[in-house]
């Protein structure tokens, strides 16, 4: 398109106009944008604010990766997809809403479950990931396929009034790993459906995520180029914690890489090298599907 | 000595659903955040303190605050409680 | 409906479970939600998140004022219409995607230009208004209306990489001429066509005006039912300040209501009595559509 | 004295486009808010004062907060400035 070749088309400056006129995107920025793929790890409460505002911004590719259908239960907070939708594939629903708000957009359906055996082919297709998933099994294989194929990872959590978000494996920053080197007992893991959620916390997180995604891809425009102003990613190496009930936001500093990271170490140190050798589902001791028998308190 | 600790994420579950605390600490004794974590086990745990603590240690997918900077950057088990200090304890989500 | 009279149907229990299992809703609280009413004031960059949220947490009825139609540059932030809707009536196009989501909830399209002919009636006729608009002409218009028809009114704002949110008029809390008596200088005044602004901020402050009205519906529960668990909003007499560049979260104490404000002091005192009164375009310096002239520096 | 200035909502765009500035105040003078206002003036405007001020007020439309309250909850011009003390004009956005 004529954005990878130095310059906007009429269309683009009147659709991105609003956005173009502030001196951290500028013409260059709207141009990296266009060039830039974001792969959407969840089509839930996270992934459908975290897609259609990146696609909305005009992020050139979205992949959307998502192996469950559309239930009535998920649309108190999966705005994106619809009753006609229901019984649907997640990921095809998704990506027809981003189709229909911006059809510049180049969107990527991958209605398959991801695993060890998929993970790095898909990541490595994209320059950034965002995890939007419900489970610990799936975080970590994220996490260390991003890793392994030198991905940033922009993070996104919800559960009941609650949300988080960080940017794991940016530059020096640490991994999920480097914070959670063990995995928690499955019987203190609740997810969505057992816990419940607000629809507009993941909402907020996945929101962020796509604000969070948009400026770590405009850190990469060149800094000769024209009055760019600098901007990039806030959460490298921080956590925003926060909390609907209260409406108290908190941002905290997190430990750096850790030299002995399982994953994120250098190749002489690290235990991970492939991430078709771990079981994730043992390492958690459930996997992203298995039913909750715990005591499911935390 | 006045510190004040915060549950979220769901590890408030384990103290009453209450996640904000004040607690009045000894101030002629030095605290390290060992210490309080026995104090808090001893004085405040409302449930089963296996779901807290594992042996000396906060359990696996528990984050652990001093004053919003994450406790392996000032000393872990070993950090010195000072006055009005702010200790979190946040639960990991992983539901989206 | 079966809500309206004490119970909920097997189709919302299932839809809103996931809502329902906290204790801050409940079957009780998913009731108050039916049972109630919501006006958005704009269709644009805070109104699309804003009802699409509500909507998708059951409130019953959810008006949209807007008479604007969607044109290219609004899509990129204005996650809720869509290319095919180009030239359509905002409010027709967000009502038809508040449906598509969710046809449980009643949706009025008012696509009439807001003025002191009609406001009184229009904020009358719901529970609660959201102020989405996009000009100070427009924001005392609609704070006036909502103080003299006794109505909370939940604001956001947005411009570049900023957003602003606060609750007026809610019980003893100030009102927005409480903080502002005097209007600023037209000069001094940008909007998102001028200034420009990055769509995902006004995307976190619709979200989070959907989530302030929701608590604030579910303070209306009434304390003796069930085990509900207590909730309200955060934001009356406080002020959320958001900067997007630094991901920096601030809140800020307000003033109380001002016993000499003109609109919402005593009616022995006020000396606002009927918005047909006032020439909102003339005290602002300006009207919701005049071309900014001036010097838009601030 | 050390005072902290920020300004947001676009009346950043009257001090070079910094938000974050950290100033020095002679300690043994008293600073009240109005001092102050004219310092900022004297000082720090780097475009026409009539844009920042009206009078001796900040013009309409700025919101002054002191330690995060609103100025008039502190005595808005004679608030006496503490060191340390922050002081934040934000400019009310209307966008939407
Ligand atoms: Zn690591
Ligand atoms: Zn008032």
């Not at chain 1, 991105?16 to 141009?31: D, H, T």
């Not at chain 1, 078709?276 to 715990?294: I, M, N, T, W």
């Amino acid at each position: 398109t004529a954005a990878r070749h130095g310059h906007l088309t009429k269309d683009e400056v009147s659709r991105y106009s609003r956005q173009l006129i502030l001196p951290q995107v500028g013409v260059e920025g709207q141009k990296q944008l266009a060039n830039s793929s974001v792969l959407i790890l969840g089509a839930g409460g996270l992934g459908c604010p975290a897609a259609i505002y990146l696609a909305a911004a005009g992020v050139g590719h979205v992949g959307v990766v998502d192996y469950d259908v559309v239930e009535v239960s998920n649309l108190h907070r999966q705005i994106m997809h619809r009753e006609a939708s229901v019984g649907v594939s997640k990921a095809a629903s998704l990506a027809q809403a981003v189709r229909s708000l911006n059809s510049r957009v180049r969107v990527t359906v991958h209605d398959v479950q991801l695993d060890g055996s998929n993970a790095m082919d898909m990541v490595s297709g994209y320059d950034v990931a965002l995890d939007c998933s419900d489970n610990p099994a799936t975080r970590y294989l994220i996490n260390d396929a991003c890793v392994l194929a030198g991905r940033p990872l922009i993070s996104g959590s919800a559960l009941r009034w609650e949300g988080q978000l960080t940017v794991y494996n940016y530059r020096d920053g640490p991994c999920y790993r480097c914070l959670y080197p063990t995995p928690p007992n499955p019987q203190f893991v609740t997810n969505c459906s057992d816990g419940g959620v607000i629809g507009a916390v993941p909402g907020l997180i996945g929101t962020l995520q796509a604000m969070e995604t948009i400026k770590l891809l405009l850190a990469e425009v060149k800094p000769d180029t024209s009055n760019h102003c600098r901007i990039g990613p806030s959460f490298s190496g921080r956590l925003l914690v926060f909390d609907g009930e209260s409406a108290m936001f908190r941002t905290v500093s997190l430990r750096p890489k850790q030299l002995d990271c399982a994953v994120c170490a250098s190749p002489q140190t690290r235990t991970i090298n492939r991430v078709q050798d771990v079981d994730y589902a043992l390492f958690c001791g459930r996997g992203p599907h298995d039913k909750d028998e715990g005591l499911r308190i935390l | 000595m006045e510190v004040s600790l915060n549950f979220s994420g769901g590890a408030e579950l384990l103290f009453g659903k209450i996640k904000q605390h004040t607690i009045s600490l000894p101030a002629e004794e030095t605290w390290s955040m060992k210490k309080l974590l026995n104090w808090i086990k001893d004085n405040l745990l409302k449930e089963r303190p296996e779901l807290f603590l594992q042996g000396d240690m906060v359990r696996p997918g528990i984050l652990v605050l001093v004053n919003n900077a994450d406790w392996e950057l000032v000393g872990q088990l070993d950090y010195l409680l000072q006055n009005k200090d702010e200790i979190v304890f946040i639960s990991t989500l992983h539901g989206g």
